[in-house]
């Protein structure tokens, strides 16, 4: 009773283990089955000897003759074991019943073997998941197998070997209950599906400890096994073992972490996971130190607020008239905002033939009535070579400043390509548009009397220095488009 109530604590103990392997992250295994052991097969006291048995000899026949295994019933052994990793599987083997030393006689005594071992998985080299999963197993155990009840010297006769005891001294027997055991064996699962299978394991169990091989023994067995213990902490459906953050529920596309900002780097990986960012900016988004709506690294001047178009940097305004170099048609040199940012020309032989060339309403089309005068205005320049000309485009005061400086640039325009037909070096040309700033008939005016005012003036300059700060042409890239008809220009 003593003896069944061990074996059963021990039994109870290997069990009671598998409750905390359900809280782990770990894969576990679990498998119960059968063993038997064979005492015949083991071949001497030298260990060589032994382990040769599984190749040849007659040693070799009494290992693998049935007759010779002491064979317990089904629920005699029971196995529990957790994968360290793809290679390691650590494992608890207990084994009970009542077995028979066949190689002295001794007649079948309650038997208990439990302990430790560590598994070489095979099938890590090339796919931990797959169904063949062989390994070669140590283990170190306590085994209870009570020999207190043989008469020593005894005489194995398959080996003509007489064993005095347990003990190196010839003059005395020993008798032992308690023995210290080491195993060493190969075995294979068979998966069937991903949890459940079958396995099987061969070892040789020493007591070294005893000064004697007559309690060492073959043991083989076979379990109907079970593999549990993956979970999922954060019930996200993934797996912790596959979950990067097992802790926090996420998504299967970023391996179990969440991406709380959507900005599609999860969490683990964001440095900025409350606010989306580019990947390559490891998930923040790119600063504006200047507020200008630009981000600092496309911003030529990331701390001095701009427009996206000047690439985040203010436009300049060289000659500090409060113009901006890119709407001042003399950007080095302070001007007047009537004359687009350049100084008022100074006129300077200025003829009848230079001057009213004259527009149709809200046209950049110069009057036919104007054409001697373009004919006698390019003779004049081109016989004076020593001058330089601003085109200067204007409009009647009816309308808007802007349509209406836009206009005044086209019809400057004009003027230039009808001079430039007329054989006029280009380069002495240079025009302006002022729309209506020098417009003398009021916008009440009849369309009649604004006609004077609907003209281009060519003025002649002589001095180079305000002859440079012109730039070539303040003319606008797009056309002047036609007013509607209830909305009429000049």
Request: charged share 20%.
């Amino acid at each position: 009773m003593k003896n069944l109530k061990l074996g059963i604590s021990a039994l109870a103990l290997t069990v009671a283990s598998t409750v905390f392997a359900q809280t782990t992250t770990n894969p576990w295994l679990i498998g119960v089955g059968a063993h038997g052991i064979n005492h015949v097969a083991v071949g001497g006291k030298s260990l060589g000897s032994t382990l040769g048995t599984a190749f040849g000899g007659d040693d070799a026949n009494r290992l693998y003759n049935i007759n010779n295994f002491t064979i317990t019933p089904p629920l005699s052994k029971l196995t529990v074991a957790r994968n360290i990793n793809k290679y390691l599987v650590l494992d608890w083997q207990t084994s009970v019943g009542n077995i028979d030393n066949k190689r002295i006689n001794m007649g079948k005594e309650f038997f208990l073997m439990t302990g430790l071992g560590l598994q070489f998985k095979f099938n890590g080299l090339w796919n931990e998941e797959s169904w063949f999963d062989p390994y070669l197993r140590v283990g170190a155990n306590y085994m209870r197998h009570d020999y207190s009840g043989v008469t020593f010297p005894v005489t194995d006769y398959y080996h003509n070997i007489t064993y005095p005891g347990f003990s190196d001294n010839q003059a005395f027997t020993q008798r032992r209950k308690d023995h210290f055991t080491v195993a060493g064996g190969l075995g294979s699962n068979f998966w069937i599906t991903k949890n459940f299978g079958l396995g099987i394991q061969g070892d040789y169990v020493a007591t070294p400890t005893d000064k004697s091989d007559v309690a060492n023994f073959w043991q083989a067995s076979a379990s109907i096994l079970f593999r549990f213990g993956q979970t999922d902490k954060d019930k996200d459906g993934i797996l912790d073992k596959d979950d990067r953050c097992p802790d926090t529920p996420g998504l299967a596309e970023f391996q179990g972490c969440p991406d709380t900002d959507g900005d599609g780097i999860p969490d683990i990986d964001d440095q900025c996971p409350d606010v989306a960012g580019p990947k390559e900016n490891n998930g923040c988004p790119w600063p504006d130190t200047d507020g200008d709506g630009v981000v600092d690294k496309d911003d030529a001047c990331p701390t001095v607020a701009g427009p996206a178009e000047n690439n985040g940097c203010p436009w300049p305004d060289t000659d500090g008239d409060g113009i901006l170099d890119k709407d001042d048609a003399c950007p080095t040199v302070p001007g007047l905002p009537e004359y687009n940012g350049c100084p008022k020309p100074t006129a300077v032989a200025v003829t009848e033939e230079f001057k009213d060339l004259l527009f149709d309403f809200n046209k950049a089309t110069i009057q036919p009535g104007s054409t001697h005068k373009l004919d006698k205005a390019a003779e004049i320049i081109k016989s004076a070579p020593a001058e330089n000309f601003v085109v200067v485009g204007m409009t009647d005061a009816k309308g808007s400043a802007a349509y209406n400086l836009n206009l005044s640039r086209q019809r400057a325009a004009a003027v230039v390509k009808a001079l430039e037909a007329r054989g006029v070096n280009p380069a002495q040309l240079k025009s302006i548009g002022i729309g209506s700033q020098e417009a003398t008939v009021p916008a009440t005016a009849s369309d009649a009397e604004r006609q004077v005012d609907r003209k281009v003036i060519v003025r002649a300059i002589s001095s180079g220095a305000e002859w440079n700060t012109y730039k070539k042409s303040d003319l606008p890239a797009a056309p002047v488009k036609k007013a509607a008809p209830t909305k009429k220009r000049k």
